[in-house]
């Protein structure tokens, strides 16, 4: 308990001591008997400017330091300091060696304590944290930060947070504490004492909580109702009707004027009049109509009143989680009535506490992100009622070792198996039969309708938010993806008897077995498998090189893409493609035929592990999916239209090749198998018009008119006084090969809008490729130490970080491709200006436009009318739509092309987004407009 903690916090010229970057500041800070007893703080003088982007982070200039002591004045005092302690920073590595670069450089010892990296350890003890940031992890816990980005303040915000992570370590179970120990020498924190102590303390002592269940020497939180606080909501049912609608039916004002919204209340009663009679509907709801709550409160009405579960499905898993977390608190302060409600997602996303388990045990060495992933999840299981793995953020590989131990690698899970009672996903599945509203995803649904409704509860009704995307979703579920990396991963789990892994380990544990079944025989043709694998997946990449460049095309994340049909028939090298795919279903099947014998002889067993039989199916299932999959792609004409294309990373492997099938067309299946199966299905989005009108998403998904009622809702927003639409009538003409000069003059806006608006854009681009040279033109003329540029695909992370790191710098330019034309929401000052680079149309390349495309024109229709532009519109609708989000927000829309005003099909764009303040002038003139407007 006496033991020394110090904490240190670097300011610096740079990130890089090697070359030459010093310290500039220095804040420390001592802790004993969990007590702050001690502090230093100083300023150093670097001798070197000190650059202006460290100035404008830190505050400091080179007048603070200009009087400072230089390093080497006072690193004997800070050697003193950490005497017979720990190390602790935030970001050890950077710490610690820029420090340990200055000791050197100065002739003195280098520091070599053991060390706490609050980074990992907060990764580790908080895995729910929304950010490992300090500023932001000390909001998510409530510890002061006055001063960000100054030594001493970060260095007492860092001891604090590691108060917090000592006291977390003391609040573990037994079971915890346990397994962290095994992990403990993986981790760059020296953290074997704390957890050894507490390890100690519980073994002597009672552990009281009756949150915690434990089996298997694994602790988890008990998701026993009876254990939880539960809010019992008493209210009459009566009562609700008697507030929210009137005595004929109609949404009662009362209930909405939390905040009054007319497009609000009339969407209520839409999705109340579609439910009534019975019937379909699509309703647009615009930005700002609040349509989240709009079909809330009608869909509990119509469940419990006619004691019939309703479905509402979102995109993403995200939005499902914002639904209960944000909407549902909500309405149930708006609506206190007693309803159930329930969110169900697919297996994988759920753990297994069983194979959990039995992965902790294994014996396998782990590389340092499992070792960190295995002790987030154990210290998560403590916490969690839902398993849900999308409740954490793992590190990368991590998700790897995640895969093993989901829900999906289960197989059918016996209910009088122990862990049954404890599956997340069963509790999940539970909850969902008794649910009155059952919040699922597209990806769900889609899949639960391609297998015939043997996945989600019963339902007649429900209501699809987002539903521009149904779709999309459904063609992906109604098709297949195959990659070179999924299938030599199938194979090498699997492996060879002599490598260590799956089946070596099964024979092993069952010798009597090596005998009867055909070790020299699976080895020869597992090894044949592998190698054909590689075989086939490095010919289609290099029939994908060698055909011509105008067959190809780029994807939204610079792949190349390439359609294969017909026609490759007549090809001498696709007939070898055939065959060699054709010798690997052989050899894939051969595999199944031997791991069928081994699975016979292996129920001959007394002591059989029941998880064993249960992993052995599951491999043959995966094996014969690849079969599968090989055969739709290569080997068979269904009698289903599809389109099908493989892509290809340019610059990758020579076997990185992802192959994919779709339906040409989905709107006869979705017609059959899910409207005409379904009284009611609502659908929702701020995107379904094409020039208010609704036939083009009509069409697309096969709803007839007849039994669809249809909706537009326009947005609250005074957009008339909130944006101006700003179109260039000066920039070259891209038609005519002007693709440098184009990008040139894009490039020169971005950089005059950015001192207009001081950053604070998002640049929307069509082509990655596009995004890319703009990028580097950009790197070579921006003031770098002025602006932050982010870009996707270029600069790391995820599109949830690269958002995140966008909100984060004050003078911010963000370029962006497919996935940042919607979904993203960047209230505020954050974003004042959004630019459209090119209307969002499909190249007519594209492998599944171009299948679309020919598909409409056998039926005599205009594929550009009919699919190109309806979809461009939509695009670009959703693009606009991620400037105003909120009654507060200024903005100027900047399109780069003019064929938004020169083109005869432009007005479709101009009349399908809200009326808006149009400019159509010379750049300069437009800049003047925009600094005046701003």
């Known amino acids: 308990m006496d033991e020394k903690f110090v904490v240190i916090d670097l300011e610096t010229t740079g990130h890089f001591p090697a070359e030459h970057d010093k310290i500039i500041e220095v804040g420390i800070v001592v802790i004993q008997n969990n007590e702050i007893t001690d502090e230093f703080s100083s300023f150093f003088n670097p001798n070197m400017p000190i650059p202006s982007f460290i100035t404008n982070l830190t505050g400091i200039t080179d007048h603070d330091v200009q009087d400072a002591p230089m390093f080497e004045e006072k690193a ?69 930060h006055n001063d960000p980005h100054r030594a001493l303040s970060d260095a007492y915000v860092t001891a604090k947070l590691f108060l917090k992570l000592k006291q977390k370590i003391n609040s573990l179970p037994y079971e915890t504490v346990t397994h962290l120990l095994k992990l403990e020498k993986m981790l760059k924190s020296d953290i074997y004492n704390l957890l050894y102590e507490q390890q100690q303390e519980l073994a002597f002592s009672v552990y009281e909580d009756d949150d915690i269940d434990t089996y298997r020497g694994l602790a988890f939180k008990s998701t026993d109702e009876t254990k939880q606080d539960k809010k019992d909501i008493e209210t009459a049912f009566g009562n609700f009707l008697d507030e929210i609608y009137e005595n004929d039916g109609t949404m009662h004002q009362q209930m909405l004027n939390y905040e009054k919204r007319e497009g609000q209340r009339e969407m209520s009663e839409n999705v109340y009049d579609a ?241 009867s079944f055909a070790v020299d025989e699976w080895d020869n043709i597992y090894n044949k498998a592998k190698y054909e694998v590689d075989d086939l997946f490095r010919m289609l990449f290099q029939y994908v090189i060698e055909q011509k460049q105008k067959e190809k095309s780029l994807s939204d994340i610079g792949r190349i893409q390439y359609r294969f049909d017909e026609v490759e028939k007549n090809s001498a090298q696709w007939n070898v493609i055939i065959e060699m795919s054709t010798r690997l279903t052989f050899y894939l099947r051969d595999l199944i035929h031997l791991l069928s014998q081994l699975k016979q002889s292996l129920l001959k067993e007394k002591d059989i592990d029941k998880n064993n039989l249960e992993e052995l199916t599951r491999i043959m299932e995966a094996i014969q999916l690849i079969i599968d999959s090989l055969e739709q792609l290569f080997l068979s004409d269904e009698g289903i239209a599809n389109v099908k294309w493989m892509e290809i990373e340019a610059y990758g492997a020579k076997n990185a090749v992802y192959l994919y099938s779709e339906p040409t067309d989905m709107s006869t299946l979705l017609s059959e198998d899910f409207f005409n199966q379904k009284q009611s299905i609502i659908l929702t989005s701020a995107t379904l018009t094409m020039k208010n009108s609704f036939s083009f998403i009509k069409n697309r998904l096969g709803l007839e008119s007849d039994q669809t009622l249809t909706t537009k809702i326009n947005s609250p927003f005074s957009y008339e006084n909130q944006v101006q639409l700003m179109i260039p009538d000066d920039f070259p003409d891209i038609k005519h090969g002007n693709l440098d000069d184009f990008i040139y003059s894009t490039c020169e806006a971005i950089l005059s809008l950015a001192q207009i608006t001081n950053g604070r854009m998002l640049v929307l681009f069509t082509s990655y490729d596009m995004l890319r040279k703009s990028y580097n033109l950009l790197r070579e003329t921006i003031d770098i130490n002025k602006y932050m540029l982010i870009a996707q695909g270029i600069s790391s992370g995820s599109r949830s970080r690269l958002k995140k790191n966008f909100q984060t710098f004050d003078q911010s330019i963000l370029l962006g491709t497919s996935s940042f034309w919607e979904g993203v929401d960047i209230p505020g000052d954050d974003l004042s200006c959004l630019m459209i680079v090119r209307l969002p149309f499909q190249p007519p390349n594209h492998p599944v436009y171009e299948a679309k495309s020919n598909h409409l024109k056998e039926e005599g229709k205009n594929a550009f009318f009919e699919l190109a532009l309806p979809n461009a519109v939509i695009r670009f609708k959703q693009g606009f739509g991620r400037l105003i989000r909120s009654s507060n927000d200024r903005g100027i829309v900047f399109v780069c092309d003019a064929r938004i005003i020169k083109a005869r099909y432009g007005k479709y764009f101009t009349e399908s987004i809200p009326s808006v303040p149009t400019t159509y002038n010379s750049t300069q003139a437009l800049m003047d407009k925009a600094m005046d407007w701003f």
């Not at 610690?96 to 010892?109: D, V």
């Not at 989600?456 to 521009?468: Q, T, W």
């Open 76 to 144: 004997q005092e800070i050697i003193n300091l950490f005497d017979n302690s720990y190390l602790i920073a935030h970001n050890v590595p950077f710490d610690l060696g820029f420090l340990n670069e200055e000791l050197a450089s100065n002739g003195y010892r280098q520091l070599s304590n053991s060390v706490i990296d609050t980074v990992e350890l907060s990764r580790m003890l908080y895995p729910k944290a929304p950010s490992y940031k300090l500023g932001q992890l000390a909001e998510h816990l409530q510890i002061m």
């Open 275 to 515: 439910f009534r009679m019975k019937n379909h509907a699509l309703i647009e709801a615009e930005t700002g109509t609040g349509k989240t709550l709009a079909y809330l409160i009608p869909a509990i009405y119509e469940a419990v009143s006619e004691k019939k579960r309703i479905i509402i499905s979102t995109y993403t898993t995200q939005l499902q989680s914002q639904l209960m977390d944000e909407e549902i608190p909500l309405i149930h302060k708006l609506v206190p009535i007693p309803f159930k409600i329930a969110l169900l997602k697919g297996k994988q996303h759920y753990i297994s506490l069983e194979k959990f388990e039995r992965a902790l045990s294994s014996e396998q060495a782990d590389n340092y992100d499992i070792t960190l992933t295995k002790a987030m999840i154990l210290v998560w299981l403590t916490e969690t009622v839902t398993g849900d793995i999308d409740e954490i953020q793992l590190p990368s590989s991590g998700y790897l070792f995640y895969r093993k131990v989901s829900t999906d690698t289960e197989g059918s899970i016996d209910p009088t198996n122990p862990w049954f009672s404890r599956s997340y996903y069963q509790k999940a599945r539970k909850k969902a039969q008794q649910a009155d509203i059952l919040i699922t995803n597209h990806a769900l649904l889609c899949t639960d309708m391609f297998n015939d409704y043997q996945l989600l509860p019963s339902y007649d009704k429900a209501i699809i938010d987002e539903a521009h995307h149904l779709e999309e979703t459904a063609s992906k579920h109604y098709g297949l993806k195959l990659d070179y990396v999924h299938v030599q991963y199938t194979l090498t789990q699997i492996g060879d008897t002599n490598d260590g892994n799956w089946l070596g380990k099964l024979l092993t544990n069952y010798p009597a077995n090596n005998k």
